[in-house]
Every structure is written in C-alpha cells, then in structure tokens.
Antibody
Framework: QVTLKESGPVLVKPTETLTLTCTVSGFSLSNARMGVSWIRQPPGKALEWLAH???????SYSTSLKSRLTISKDTSKSQVVLTMTNMDPVDTATYYC???????????????????WGQGTLVTVSS | DIQMTQSPSSLSASVGDRVTITCRAS??????LNWYQQKPGKAPKLLIYAASSLQSGVPSRFSGSGSGTDFTLTISSLQPEDFATYYCQQSYSTPCSFGQGTKLEIK
C-alpha cells in the first residue's frame, strides 16, 4: 500500500524558512521509475507545482520560486524534504507531496504523472 | 514555461448529463497530458494519464482525448460523486504545469 504523509509547521512567520517533510511507504525512493513532487494550493485556488526529485537525484524547480526552494531526499529514511526560504503571507497554502510514476510509451518517450498524493498540510504565514 | 488553460472555469450540470471539459496548452505537448479530480478538502486523484489512458480503478464513464495542444475530458453520464473540480496537467516539459481548474456543480 502506497502512502505519503506531509509533516511540518502549521504556522510560520514572514521571512522565516519553511521545512516540510514527506514520508513515503509502499515504494522506494531508489526506484528508477519513480520520484516525488511537491505541489501547493492556496485556499480556493488552483494547484501549483513546486519541485520534484527522482531516484538519481535529478531535481527541478518552479521557475518563479526557484531561488527560494531546495528539495532533497533521504532514501534510507524514505523521506523527501522541501525547504522554502523567505516565507510571505501569499505562500499560505496546503502543501502536498505526490508520487511521480514514469512510463515508457515509445523509444525515448517517457511521460510521468502523479498517481499517489499525501493528504496535504495547511501552512499559514502570519506574524 | 507551458501554460495550460481550461474551459469552462465552472459548469453546472445534472446527474445523467454528458459533460466535456477542455484543456489547451500554449504549445504542443504531444500526449503528455493528465487529468485529476479534486473534491473539497481532499487531495487530487489521478483520472487519466497520457491524454487517454484510464487510471486503474477509475470508472469507464471518464474518458480523455486529444493531442498536440487541445484536449478534452468527458464524463459520459454524470453521477452524484462526480461533482468536483477537475485539473489538467502537462508533463511534456519541466516545469510541469496545471490548468486553473474547472468546477463542476450540480444544476
């Protein structure tokens, strides 16, 4: 059974750094066909992709947030950590981690999707 | 970055109706398009991947089509549990991106 669970503070102050942990089970972070993404959703708004990390440690970040984000993983602990610096009230959102599964649909053609999600954790930024 | 635009933003329909939601990409994304359903207070759920492949366990009344820049999600006969918000997402290039969502409401 695949599960992901986010953990971290529910309240952070403006300018502080947010650290969120995603603990996974039912699959390994060393699986070459899988990865983990962080996605957020401000109250009443759309989903916004933040970052991903794969088994080979390949990382990628949102263009607009790249300077503030760092993603890392600890395979032995089955954890993926996201840090976001200089938090602002506009960063108030539910933060989700999601498993990425990659499939090969043709030679040199790999696509991916988010097939399992955590329940999300609401982070409020306020002084 | 690739922009994803969904239409309509909201839609009212009745149980038993056939409903179609459209998603357009700002450039060609081949078939690298996924659809998700989200209910209030819950995480999104994968419905369709690779534009037209039904995720395991998803009812067959859901279907997806399209390639290039234009895609559709169709629900053939709406059920009460289908009233939710639907998002498309492209995985053609990084950063991946979601549409703004389509809220499906009961008429």
């Amino acid at each position: 059974q695949v599960t992901l669970k986010e953990s971290g503070p529910v309240l952070v102050k403006p300018t502080e750094t947010l650290t969120l942990t995603c603990t996974v089970s039912g699959f390994s972070l060393s699986n070459a066909r899988m990865g983990v993404s962080w996605i957020r959703q401000p109250p009443g708004k759309a989903l916004e992709w933040l970052a991903h990390i794969f088994s080979n440690d390949e990382k990628s970040y949102s263009t607009s947030l790249k300077s503030r984000l760092t993603i890392s993983k600890d395979t032995s602990k089955s954890q993926v950590v996201l840090t976001m610096t200089n938090m602002d009230p506009v960063d108030t959102a539910t933060y989700y981690c999601a498993r990425i599964t990659m499939i090969v649909v043709a030679p040199y053609t790999v696509l991916h999707y988010f097939d399992y999600w955590g329940q999300g954790t609401l982070v409020t930024v306020s002084s | 970055d690739i922009q994803m635009t969904q239409s309509p933003s909201s839609l009212s329909a009745s149980v038993g109706d056939r409903v179609t939601i459209t998603c357009r990409a700002s450039q060609s994304i081949s078939s690298y398009l996924n659809w998700y359903q989200q209910k209030p207070g819950k995480a999104p759920k994968l419905l369709i991947y690779a534009a037209s492949s039904l995720q395991s366990g998803v009812p067959s009344r859901f279907s997806g089509s399209g390639s290039g820049t234009d895609f559709t999600l169709t629900i053939s006969s709406l059920q009460p549990e289908d009233f939710a918000t639907y998002y498309c997402q492209q995985s053609y290039s990084t950063p991946c991106s979601f549409g703004q969502g389509t809220k499906l409401e009961i008429k």
